[in-house]
């Protein structure tokens, strides 16, 4: 999954952003030389070092989100899904790593089949490894850097194995100019075929690096399947993914609320990541900010306004051990009156009034009347991205909600049939915020 674009969001992100930056705030980073990562094997585990010191990957895909609280909660690494992500350089990236104590595992752009990309073109792809390098040779020697991702589930969609020739070739410029980081690619699951070609034809990768979502509590055995007892990094993990929930009669996939989310990424981490004692180099959860894939809500560790979801909450203690002084408010789940709630396949009439009761369990404040709420109705998205790519937010339907309130919000239905999302979010005064949403339509 990525983000393409520059969405809401991340104009937000940039106007709240303050970062700690130890010594002088213009010192150059690059004065200091490339930090030394190496991935070694001893007493029987494979980790990686930098600098001599060992580095398990407490980390998170950060590139619109406010990438300076991964290291305030715990975190030691960022991820990116491409050198330029058209707010910010790569150097800028790096440097913005280094101010706030982080490495980054740097992606590099890799354009994929399902795209149209021809991995039989051969100019296309020497053009390609040209433009890749001239990245490489600008960011090498930043030390901040810790690797480079080399493409990001190129295997999605695709026939051509001649595209791992490539991710090759690249993996062994960078090991000619670069002899300081680490080079892996990012696959969408381990399938056994996609697995041996790399092993038997990518020699100049380190590891290889996953991405999956609800069956990553199933790594262990799919590992064993794709024959792979090598070191890996988890790229991306998270909620469980639009594709691996049911679905209303209509097709529109149900969401967990933030509190079931929060829940689920304590027990992968606990379960398939850090049970991995052996190969397992560390992650990266995915997403450090928010992105509107089916809601604007799915994947995101954040809002759109910034705020921290429970997820925030639990990466914390996750990474630190401890957990933070106020908890999210916790939405259990909502239904409405008369009519059910996410799983019941909800039909309204048009242009009525509705009331729409939420469970909260609020963990941080003893009154739950001083948390706040508000809701939005929004109709599903038309236009759907695959794997990750950008996808239009549609818009908040103005008028609709009536009043908005921690246990209840009033809202007006619709005019127009079609299919709708009812959103409610309950936040405290600490930037905490838990979502919930109930798919409905009006036939």
């Known amino acids: 999954m990525?983000?393409?674009?520059?969405?809401?969001?991340?104009?937000?992100?940039?106007?709240?952003?303050?970062?700690?930056?130890?010594?002088?705030?213009?010192?150059?980073?690059?004065?200091?030389?490339?930090?030394r990562v190496e991935l070694k094997k001893t007493d029987g585990r494979y980790r990686l070092f930098v600098n001599g010191e060992e580095f398990w990957v407490k980390?998170?895909?950060?590139?619109?989100?406010?990438?300076?609280?991964?290291?305030?909660?715990?975190?030691?690494?960022?991820?990116t899904w491409r050198v330029n992500n058209g707010i910010n350089s790569g150097r800028e990236v790096l440097d913005q790593a280094w101010e706030n104590g982080l490495m980054v595992m740097m992606g590099l752009d890799i354009a994929g089949e399902r795209h149209g990309f021809d991995y039989d073109d051969e100019a296309a792809v020497a053009r390609q490894l040209k433009n890749i390098?001239?990245?490489?040779?600008?960011?090498?020697?930043?030390?901040?850097?810790?690797?480079?991702?080399?493409?990001?589930?190129?295997?999605?969609?695709?026939?051509?194995?001649?595209?791992?020739?490539?991710?090759?070739?690249?993996?062994?410029?960078?090991?000619?100019?670069?002899?300081?980081?680490?080079?892996?690619?990012?696959?969408?699951?381990?399938?056994?075929?996609?697995?041996?070609?790399?092993?038997d034809n990518c020699p100049y990768l380190d590891f290889l690096s996953v991405q999956m979502y609800a069956d990553i509590i199933n790594l262990e055995q799919r590992l064993e399947e794709a024959g792979y007892d090598g070191p890996y990094l988890v790229t991306e993990w998270g909620a469980t993914g639009h594709w691996e929930m049911p679905a209303t009669e209509w097709g529109s996939p149900i969401e967990q609320s933030s509190a079931e989310k929060a829940d689920m990424i304590r027990l992968r981490y606990e379960k398939a990541i850090l049970s991995d004692k052996t190969n397992c180099l560390g992650s990266y959860v995915f997403l450090w900010g928010q992105k509107q894939e089916r809601t604007p809500t799915w994947y995101g560790l954040f809002t759109e306004e910034g705020e921290k979801t429970e997820a925030v909450n639990v990466m914390e203690y996750l990474w630190t051990g401890k957990w933070p002084e106020q908890m999210a408010p916790r939405l259990l789940d909502a239904e409405i009156k008369d009519k059910g709630g996410r799983f019941d396949n909800v039909k309204l009439k048009e242009d009525v009034l509705y009331s729409a009761f939420i469970e909260v369990e609020n963990s941080g404040n003893k009154n739950i009347n001083a948390l706040n709420a508000r809701a939005e109705i929004l109709p599903e998205p038309t236009e759907l991205s695959d794997g990750g790519d950008f996808e239009e937010r549609p818009?908040?339907?103005?008028?609709?909600?009536i009043s908005a309130a921690p246990h209840e919000v009033i809202f007006q239905s619709p005019?127009?049939?079609?299919?709708?999302?009812?959103?409610?979010?309950?936040?405290?005064?600490?930037?905490?915020?838990?979502t919930i949403n109930i798919p409905f339509l009006i036939p």
């Open 2 to 35: 990525k983000s393409i674009r520059i969405t809401r969001y991340a104009i937000i992100s940039l106007l709240m952003i303050s970062f700690y930056i130890p010594g002088n705030a213009h010192e150059d980073p690059m004065k200091y030389g490339p930090s």
């Open 415 to 434: 005019v127009q049939k079609g299919a709708y999302r009812l959103f409610i979010y309950v936040s405290d005064d600490n930037s905490n915020t838990g």
């Open 133 to 199: 390098k001239k990245d490489v040779m600008e960011l090498k020697d930043h030390p901040a850097l810790l690797g480079w991702g080399i493409g990001n589930e190129l295997n999605h969609r695709y026939t051509n194995m001649r595209v791992w020739d490539a991710v090759n070739d690249i993996a062994r410029m960078i090991r000619e100019v670069d002899g300081n980081s680490v080079v892996t690619t990012m696959l969408a699951g381990f399938a056994p075929d996609d697995v041996k070609y790399i092993k």
């Open 395 to 401: 818009g908040s339907i103005d008028g609709l909600i």
């Open 59 to 79: 980390g998170a895909g950060c590139e619109f989100g406010p990438c300076d609280l991964v290291a305030l909660y715990g975190g030691n690494s960022i991820r």
